[in-house]
């Protein structure tokens, strides 16, 4: 799920979809208008999912496509080599959700725990124990 949004209110911190995949932005630079032209907007922004680097340039009024990120909560069911089988506390459906790829949150996952994840555009990503 995603929201469009005009490019030129984005900020560092902020999510945006550039080539269908969900970013962070890490860098924002804006320059003024021209005489014949519109202010442009140039944003570098890292995967959340896989950290690559991504970069996109556009006009400040373009409309682009932020996501909608939804964080919920759970307890861990099971954990397999790659994977961790997390009950939402709310709706009680079991998610599978990669192991993340943090040493310090990867060693604190076991059966029972309660943990904060986040699912964006139907993937889902595991950010913190509780």
Not at 100 to 123: A, F, L
Request: proline share 6%.
């Amino acid at each position: 799920m995603s929201k469009p949004v005009e490019l030129g209110s984005l900020k560092e911190g902020h999510n945006i979809i550039i080539d269908g995949e969900p970013c962070r932005i890490v860098e924002v630079e804006k320059s003024k208008p021209g005489k014949h032209g519109s202010a442009k907007v140039r944003l570098v922004a890292i995967g959340i999912f896989d950290e690559v680097k991504r970069s996109m340039v556009g006009p400040a009024d373009n409309k682009v496509e932020v996501p909608i990120v939804d964080k919920r909560s759970g307890q861990v069911v099971a954990v397999s080599s790659d994977s961790v089988s997390v009950m939402d506390n709310q709706t009680l459906q079991i998610v599978e959700v990669p192991l993340p790829k943090d040493e310090t949150i990867r060693s604190k996952i076991e059966p029972g725990v309660s943990v904060e994840y986040w699912s964006i555009m139907n993937r889902f990503m595991l950010v913190n124990v509780k």
